[in-house]
């Protein structure tokens, strides 16, 4: 299995910028593209933003787009997702997944092409 664990959540102000981490373990020595999601509480699963294994291929959700950016290190087993101009409305619990791939420009956009996930990480913006 490939293990994730996710960090940099916390509490900040609107309009203040987070960073997470998220560092993947076990068996990494494949090709593995990359996501974020977010829940809410009472509201489904939502898709952040996703990275390729080679890191050059990107995509975000219209919510974030050009707020949120997302890369991941030379070594490809940490995904970062720089969340700047954050709203009340970005408060929710984010998870790193991880994907199995042959390709090192593909990603999954949606919560089903993910296999592997983390534990989650707590983030919540004040107004």
């Known amino acids: 299995q490939i293990h994730l664990v996710e960090s940099g959540g916390g509490l900040v102000q609107a309009g203040d910028s987070l960073r997470l981490s998220c560092t993947a373990s076990?068996?990494?020595?494949?090709?593995?593209?990359m996501g974020w999601f977010r829940q809410a509480p009472g509201k489904e699963r939502e898709f952040v933003s996703t990275?390729?294994?080679?890191?050059?291929?990107?995509y975000y959700a219209d919510s974030v787009r050009g707020r949120f950016s997302v890369s991941r290190d030379s070594a490809k087993t940490t995904a970062y997702l720089q969340m700047n101009s954050l709203k009340p409305e970005d408060t929710a619990v984010y998870y790193c997944?991880?994907?199995?791939?042959?390709?090192?420009?593909?990603?999954?956009?949606?919560?089903?092409?993910?296999?592997?996930w983390g534990q989650g990480t707590q983030v919540t913006v004040s107004s």
């Open positions: 997944s991880a994907a199995r791939t042959m390709s090192s420009r593909w990603y999954g956009k949606t919560a089903d092409d993910y296999v592997y």
């Open positions: 990275i390729s294994w080679s890191g050059g291929n990107t």
């Open positions: 076990g068996r990494t020595e494949n090709k593995f593209a």
